[in-house]
């Protein structure tokens, strides 16, 4: 890429200014980090790429962490830092929260690991979201990417049909990832799904609709599947008017509306649908219902998830999978729950993520950062005029990581954070103090 001579030493827009101080970091981030390092070089002999999370890998090489406690994390190279990954938000209960230790180590010593039956357990814990999250059914699966493929195929069983409508920068799973506006090359069924350029507002309402109802005009529109805030597109929220006008667009077509919870079912007490006024067809859950475990979820109406999996009736899917009730995640995910994150813990701790966002927002005014989110899930964003309109920064970006983990704090490289329970206070102010020392210190490049 080339650019204009002027533009280049300009106070405002200095990509070398950028680019120098982008490398001195890397320079400092290899030489503080001889351990992860070496451990990259051993674990590409047997991984590839050294990892099985591509979103983990990262340039030289990735951290290597070696334990966690509480809500902090320790590298192979002895650096501490408060953990802002939060596991993708499956973390939301930390490293070693007690309630999650107990039931971990009873499920152990009383009930055994992985009967291979049906179980008291895996009932108890379907009545507990069924009754959290106002679904009449629900089945277990593994993980939020396993959820919402039952959920597709329960769709497409139902309505007969098999076209799904979806959104420019959803994420669904490992296998369905919409970014680009296209199906990703490992999209499973990708020639089935229809994407919607925009997401989010007005424009993106309207041109929903006429997506939808040009697909349906085909007679072949199973589902409409739709994210309540995006969460690997950067926690960019959907405003209610968008999600509402989709979710009517979906019913006029005679297509399922299905909506993504894995993340965003942690930002209120009942699922971000519930506050928005939704009534999907059908949610998916997953993350950090698993209570550390790998956990997902889907349900909704009866007339649905009775006839598409119920193994009595005629005619129904087989919906199997060793791991789907296995008894350390049916009690630690229930004990998480029902113990920990209460309906009113999730209130407070929604809050305190609207305030830290908030703050974050004050001490970037006038640079080219940005905090988006809701609750406890937050985006940054560098974008060249500082909307999210304009061009990407990825080189400030990948700056502002290098020098958090410096100060000690733990964020993907990607830019999200999703905060965990009992994070101390000082912690979060620690964080806002850094960020305006950051802003400070790369002003330059930083400042509009």
Not at 200 to 211: L, N, T, Y
Not at 413 to 434: C, H, Q, W, Y
Request: proline residues 3%.
């Amino acid at each position: 890429m080339s650019f204009n001579s002027d533009f280049l030493t300009s106070p405002h827009g200095s990509y070398k200014e950028a680019a120098e101080a982008l490398a001195a970091a890397q320079s400092r981030y290899v030489a503080n980090n001889p351990l992860s390092k070496k451990q990259h070089e051993l674990a590409v002999e047997s991984l590839p790429g050294g990892n099985t999370r591509t979103l983990l890998h990262t340039s030289p090489f990735p951290l290597c962490m070696k334990h966690g406690k509480g809500t902090f994390v320790w590298d192979e190279d002895g650096h501490k830092y408060t953990d802002f990954v939060g596991e993708l938000s499956a973390g939301l209960y930390g490293h070693s929260h007690p309630v999650i230790r107990t039931a971990i180590l009873s499920t152990f010593d009383d009930i055994g690991l992985s009967l291979g039956s049906t179980t008291t357990y895996e009932a108890r814990y379907a009545s507990l979201l069924c009754q959290r999250f106002k679904l009449e059914r629900v089945r277990m699966a593994n993980t939020g990417t396993e959820a919402n493929l039952h959920a597709l195929a329960a769709a497409r069983h139902y309505t007969g049909k098999r076209k799904v409508v979806v959104f420019n920068g959803g994420y669904h799973g490992g296998c369905f990832f919409f970014g680009g506006g296209e199906a990703a090359p490992n999209t499973a069924d990708k020639g089935d799904f229809v994407v919607v350029q925009r997401y989010g507002d007005e424009e993106a309402a309207v041109e929903a609709e006429r997506v939808i109802e040009e697909t349906a005009k085909g007679g072949d529109l199973a589902a409409v599947l739709v994210e309540g805030m995006q969460g690997a597109g950067g926690c960019l929220p959907g405003s209610k008017e968008f999600l509402l006008a989709v979710q009517e667009a979906a019913k006029r077509a005679s297509a399922l509306f299905i909506l993504d919870e894995v993340k965003t079912s942690r930002l209120v007490p009942n699922g971000l649908g519930q506050e928005l006024g939704l009534s999907p067809d059908l949610v998916t859950l997953g993350k950090y219902l698993g209570g550390g475990f790998s956990f997902g979820a889907f349900g909704g109406r009866k007339e649905i998830m009775d006839s598409v999996y119920d193994p009595r009736v005629k005619g129904s899917l087989a919906h199997s999978g060793t791991f789907n009730n296995n008894t350390m995640t049916m009690c630690a995910g229930h004990a998480g729950l029902k113990e920990v994150f209460t309906e009113e813990v999730c209130v407070e701790f929604n809050k305190v993520g609207d305030d830290l966002r908030e703050r974050l927002n004050d001490v970037a005014k006038g640079t080219r950062l940005r905090f988006t989110g809701r609750g406890s899930l937050i985006g940054l964003h560098f974008r060249e005029d500082g909307t999210l309109e304009s061009q990407e920064r990825a080189d400030l970006r990948d700056l502002f990581w290098f020098e958090m983990l410096e100060r000690g704090f733990w964020i993907t490289r990607n830019g999200s954070i999703a905060m965990i329970l009992d994070t101390p206070k000082e912690e979060l102010d620690r964080f806002v103090d850094a960020v305006s020392r950051f802003l400070e210190s790369y002003a330059g490049i930083m400042t509009l």
